[in-house]
């Protein structure tokens, strides 16, 4: 059973940035796929970012360019790095372990303007 829980969430100004962790309890943690979806009010949960088990990563139009995923497998965690960020980038963030369908509980992101 996947477990995945998510921090670094808060409110920031337009223009500044967050790093958002996920921690995952997974034996196969290094050979797993991972992501990053946002869900803002009234509104779908959308794709962010994702990063393979070898590294390779792929991100929203909207976000390219100012946000960065990574991993680290010796700590089981998943980073995203916001930089530049707007107001329309508030959302609760929530990672997910993709091959498994198991979703964290999500971490709140408010953008002032």
């Known amino acids: 059973q996947v477990q995945l829980v998510e921090s670094g969430g808060g409110l920031v100004q337009a223009g500044g940035s967050l790093r958002l962790s996920c921690l995952a309890s997974v034996s196969t943690f290094r050979i797993d796929q991972f992501a990053w979806y946002r869900q803002a009010p009234g509104k779908q949960r959308d794709f962010v970012a994702r990063?393979?088990?070898?590294?390779?990563?792929a991100y929203a139009d909207s976000v390219k360019g100012r946000f960065t995923i990574s991993r680290d497998n010796a700590k089981n965690t998943v980073y995203l790095q916001m930089n530049s960020l707007k107001p329309e980038d508030t959302a609760v963030y929530y990672c997910?372990?993709?091959?498994?369908?198991?979703w964290g509980q999500g971490t709140q992101v408010t953008v002032s303007s």
């Open positions: 990063i393979t088990s070898g590294g390779s990563t």
């Open positions: 997910t372990h993709e091959s498994r369908g198991t």
